[in-house]
């Protein structure tokens, strides 16, 4: 899995990107960590269009966000320990 960090513009929403099937995304305030899953479906409507529609689904990845969360907790007490 390639890794691609996207950040908020001054209005809060990131530059528009093309996901992987399989994608991470953080919480920038919590280093919550969730797993996305991106495919698409593809259906004929009553008109007989064919209709491409994306669709996700997110499960949470406990495992990355332990080890997220940890890092910035010892980045944290680095940095009170360093103002001492």
Do not use: Q
């Amino acid at each position: 899995m390639r890794t691609e960090v996207v950040y908020a513009d001054d209005d809060g929403w990131s530059n528009w990107f093309t996901p992987d099937e399989m994608t991470r995304l953080v919480c920038c305030d919590c280093n919550l960590v969730h797993d996305v899953e991106i495919t698409t479906r593809n259906y004929v409507s009553e008109e007989g269009l064919a209709i491409s529609t994306p669709v996700i689904r997110l499960k949470r990845n406990d495992r990355s966000t332990n080890m997220r969360r940890k890092s910035a907790r010892n980045k944290f007490l680095s940095n009170l320990r360093r103002k001492r």
